[in-house]
């Protein structure tokens, strides 16, 4: 038994060794940044206030909304797109944030109203003692207007997103959405019908929000004002796309060095391990949806 237990202590050590050394390593190099391809343009360029003008500032290119017990922020581009990247710089606000939304999302529910799509980042605020929640998620045609047919990946980040400002982009083009940040792809949603993929035109939006009754653990915690403002900040805004009416030979940023649209094996690998690490839901894989209305999973 003591000369079993030799071998068994060293390869135990060398397993605690090997998970060490590769949580040391960290995330792979994309190898691309998608969002150095398209030029930065101030609020002012791309964007207007849309809701909440009173909990909205703008200092030296930097937006910042808040939300109070009286109100929270929105704002939405000046015209919308057919496809392209889209992209902001945001920091959270840390400590009690629960039941708050911070949001960064395409939609064209104003034009299509009980029938729209929409592509999302959305920040779940939190407790204290956890951390935030970025959710990813696609509608289509309605599937968000009482028929929530959501298509929801949750993670957690490998960074405190209050620290300082990161990156994050929507990358839309007719074949995919490819979800980043700081230009590592987190998520890749393929066209694989006409029925599971938006391809009617939506503007860019940004809100903050209170969404208490599902946004923190389904609900369990609410906002609590005694906590207020609630703040997000915004800068380094990406809109490059195809407008809605613009010319038809108009082609939206590639993901990719090669310029194929696809990503590259380095981006594939980094987006792998973001999913291996930090996926914390996947819609396809809960047992209690009904997986009939998702036929892409």
Request: glycine residues 10%.
């Given at each position: 038994m003591a000369w079993c237990s030799v071998p068994f202590l060293f390869y135990l050590l060398l397993g605690f060794s090997m998970i060490s050394l590769s949580n040391a390593q960290g995330l792979p190099s994309p190898g691309?940044?998608?969002?150095?391809?398209?030029?930065?343009?101030?609020?002012?360029?791309?964007?207007?206030?849309?809701?909440?003008?009173?909990?909205?500032?703008?200092?030296?290119?930097?937006?910042t909304i808040w939300?109070?017990?009286?109100?929270?922020?929105?704002?939405?581009?000046?015209?919308?797109?057919?496809?392209?990247?889209?992209?902001?710089?945001?920091?959270?606000?840390?400590?009690?944030?629960?039941?708050?939304?911070?949001?960064?999302?395409?939609?064209?529910?104003?034009?299509?109203p009980g029938n729209h799509d929409e592509i999302d980042i959305e920040f779940l605020g939190t407790t204290p003692d956890k951390p935030y929640t970025l959710q990813t998620n696609v509608y289509?045609?309605?599937?968000?207007?009482?028929?929530?047919?959501?298509?929801?990946?949750?993670?957690?980040?490998?960074?405190?997103?209050?620290?300082?400002?990161?990156?994050?982009?929507?990358?839309?083009?007719?074949?995919?959405?490819?979800?980043?940040?700081?230009?590592?792809?987190?998520?890749?949603?393929?066209?694989?019908?006409?029925?599971?993929?938006?391809?009617?035109?939506?503007?860019?939006?940004?809100?903050?929000?209170?969404?208490?009754?599902?946004?923190?653990?389904?609900?369990?915690?609410?906002a609590d004002y005694s906590y207020q403002p609630f703040v997000g900040k915004y800068t380094n805004f990406k809109l490059g796309g195809c407008t809605a009416n613009g010319p038809a030979s108009c082609r939206p940023p590639t993901a990719s060095p090669s310029g194929s649209g696809s990503l590259s094996q380095q981006q594939v690998m980094a987006m792998n391990w973001v999913q291996r690490n930090y996926l914390v839901y996947n819609y396809c894989h809960d047992p209690k949806r009904d997986h009939t209305q998702t036929p892409e999973c």
């Open positions: 691309y940044s998608p969002s150095s391809r398209v030029t930065s343009v101030t609020f002012n360029q791309g964007f207007r206030n849309q809701w909440g003008p009173q909990h909205q500032r703008l200092d030296q290119g930097s937006l939300l109070d017990k009286s109100s929270g922020s929105g704002f939405k581009s000046l015209q919308p797109y057919q496809s392209g990247y889209f992209g902001a710089a945001v920091k959270l606000q840390p400590g009690y944030t629960a039941g708050v939304i911070t949001s960064f999302y395409l939609s064209n529910s104003e034009d299509h289509i045609r309605g599937s968000g207007d009482g028929n929530l047919i959501g298509r929801e990946h949750k993670f957690h980040l490998w960074f405190d997103p209050t620290q300082d400002y990161h990156n994050y982009g929507i990358l839309w083009t007719p074949a995919e959405i490819i979800f980043f940040v700081d230009d590592v792809p987190i998520r890749r949603y393929q066209r694989k019908s006409e029925a599971t993929f938006p391809t009617r035109p939506m503007w860019v939006y940004g809100s903050i929000w209170d969404a208490s009754s599902w946004a923190t653990e389904n609900g369990r915690y609410k």
